[in-house]
């Protein structure tokens, strides 16, 4: 291993060399031409646009603290991520979204940042996120990395000299209020419980804080702000790395009234993800960042753009509007949600999924792009959620819902582990949660205002709660999963000795085979890209069912949501000849005209026009 750096580190060199010189020649033809018109600057030298790549991408996330730890000390850390990228390589996929590795005291597990330009300890080196990266690049994976830019830590010094005086030089970076009457300046709530201001004695005023106490929300109003998280980000692309992940990016633009929000039944705080998203100015501050960062590289961009509607999506990822790639929107996450938001055992309706799916599908078509995603670090595990984690049908719910997302369009996302079918944990009692969303929310609402009874809170977070998605990767059926040598840093799902790497990368008919099948079709397969989508029967409870349509050629995917039998009446021109069945998650060929689907069956067949 030792020779291995050193030579690494020779030809990292070497190649350094190679991409300072081509970067600055790219830089001045650039200036000249982005005057004039940025897309036009990406046609003349292919670099940015590279025919939009992203689109034909399957991304993965690693949750770094959870995927796998390298020197047995119990967290997950970037050597261990590098040995395991020829797991991903096998896989297929072609970009990884890195969740915080940078330098934090982990109120919120890394989204907590106290220096933007090193890394965690506990994650290794900046030595070892070269090393990773440059690996990855080797195997043509790439990496993108999580940009958190609407808060900081409490511990960052920007905040810590900002809470010193009123006249400190950093005072303004952050949101600092009087208060009225001995209470909060208003009643803006904070997504992790609670109000979203915190009382700081030094200076007798508030600072705002959207998520925990230890998060102060930067104020992108200074210039000066704007101007360090240009810096950082130009740092961190120089490096190398292939892009952001933006983190809760639309809601950087506070309304600079700061008056009171709606309070709507079962919240004690203003609804700030509904009147805070999307603020005055945060589409004048993400093209700043495309004009000032972005565009002078080789990017992808995805952002995390909670409480979006379409119209806004249009402007954040628009094709012609120098602002994203991508985004991410929960309006199908947030479905189950019940009078105290997330904190419910509520099933997903199957007619209200699909109805909010088509809205995405059908009205970004032409105009912009959409991600898709089931799970990520934040929601609970899909097969949990959406499909039946029991034992009889895990695996073929899994499969299902993995056929259902992947032939959509957008650009897909498998969270770790979604390609093995994990599933939620069962956690007994309140300690053995680490997250501080979790926690604050049992407080506030069990232990402070008894709006909910302790055993149903519990259930509710074993069903919600982001600590599901946490747990640490199932590698083996080894001790701790073959995560660590260590004592693993959250519990582990004790149905790890079922459900792993080892057990499933060599069989042909395990979750991780048919993900593989699924992520290499959709580079042969222009229709998964390319085609329009077009839902079929949208009040059936039990069958999502779509086409996707381009030019001569058509797919039809159909889904069964439930367990039980479902009939579904094939349209006759898949009836014809020139159909063939691509992938589907029960044996059997040949299409009927009426199929009687078995529990949570899914099917994609292709249809060839005749010109």
């Known amino acids: 291993m030792h020779f291995r750096i050193i030579q690494w580190k020779l030809n990292i060199r070497k190649e350094n060399r190679l991409k300072r010189k081509t970067f600055f020649n790219r830089q001045k033809a650039r200036r000249v031409l982005f005057a004039q018109d940025l897309y036009a600057a990406e046609a003349a030298d292919g670099v940015i646009m590279e025919s939009k790549k992203w689109k034909q991408s399957v991304i993965y996330q690693i949750y770094p603290r959870s995927f796998m730890d390298g020197n047995g000390d119990g967290v997950g850390d970037l050597t261990g991520i590098a040995s395991k ?56 994976i790439k990496i993108i990395m999580d940009l958190v830019v609407n808060h900081t830590s409490d511990e960052h010094p920007w905040f810590v000299e900002s809470r010193k005086s009123k006249t400190n030089h950093y005072r303004d970076y952050y949101i600092w209020k009087e208060g009225k009457n001995g209470q909060p300046p208003n009643n803006w709530g904070s997504y992790f419980s609670g109000s979203a201001w915190q009382y700081d004695e030094t200076t007798d005023m508030y600072y705002l804080h959207l998520f925990s106490k230890k998060q102060p929300d930067l104020n992108w109003e200074l210039p000066k702000v704007r101007d360090e998280v240009y810096k950082m980000m130009t740092w961190w692309c120089d490096k190398g790395i292939d892009g952001f992940r933006m983190d809760v990016i639309s809601l950087i633009s506070k309304d600079q009234s700061y008056a009171d929000l709606p309070v709507q039944e079962g919240n004690l705080y203003g609804n700030v993800d509904r009147y805070l998203a999307n ?50 929107q929960f309006e199908h996450v947030n479905l189950d949600n019940g009078i105290y938001g997330k904190w419910t055992d509520k099933r997903v309706s199957l007619v209200e999924l699909k109805k909010v799916m088509n809205k995405w599908q059908t009205e970004l078509e032409g105009a912009a792009w959409n991600s898709l995603y089931w799970n990520n670090h934040d929601q609970p595990r899909a097969v949990s959620r959406f499909g039946n984690d029991s034992e009889q049908y895990r695996v073929i719910s899994a499969k299902m819902l993995a056929t259902c997302l992947h032939m959509m369009k957008g650009t897909p996302y498998i969270y770790q582990g979604e390609e093995l079918g994990m599933t939620n944990n069962n956690f007994d009692k309140l300690e053995d949660f680490n997250d501080v969303e979790i926690k604050n929310a049992y407080r506030e609402l069990v232990e402070e205002n008894h709006l909910i009874a302790p055993d149903d809170m519990i259930r509710c977070i074993n069903k919600r709660g982001r600590d599901n998605a946490r747990t640490p990767m199932h590698w083996s059926n080894t001790e701790n999963a073959g995560f660590t040598t260590g004592a693993p840093w959250i519990k582990i799902n004790p149905n790890y000795k079922d459900i792993n790497a080892g057990s499933q990368i060599h069989d042909e008919n395990s979750v991780f085979s048919y993900y593989k099948k699924l992520v290499h079709m959709r580079k042969q397969e222009p229709l998964m890209v390319e085609g329009t989508f077009h839902l079929r029967l949208p009040d059936r409870e039990d069958i999502f069912a779509y086409e996707r349509i381009i030019k001569n050629e058509k797919l039809l995917v159909v889904c069964n949501f439930t367990e039980k039998e479902a009939a579904f009446e094939v349209p006759e021109d898949y009836l014809k000849q020139n159909c063939k069945k691509l992938i589907g998650n029960y044996s059997g060929e040949g299409l009927q005209k009426i199929m009687k689907l078995k529990p949570y069956e899914t099917f994609v067949y292709k249809q060839s026009l005749i010109i």
């Open 85 to 140: 990228l020829d797991y991903l390589k096998d896989l297929g996929i072609d970009i990884i979204w890195l969740s915080p590795i940078y330098k934090s005291p982990n109120e919120d597990n890394g989204y907590d940042i106290s220096d933007y330009q090193d890394t965690m300890e506990e994650f290794g080196t900046l030595e070892d996120f070269d090393y990773l990266l440059s690996e990855a690049h080797a195997r043509g």
């Open 279 to 328: 603020g005055p100015r945060v589409h004048e501050f993400l093209k700043e960042i495309n004009r000032k960062v972005l565009f002078k590289y080789d990017l992808v961009t995805v952002g995390e753009t909670t409480g979006v509607t379409i119209e806004e999506a249009k402007k954040y990822a628009g094709f012609n509007t120098n602002e994203l790639n991508m985004v991410f």
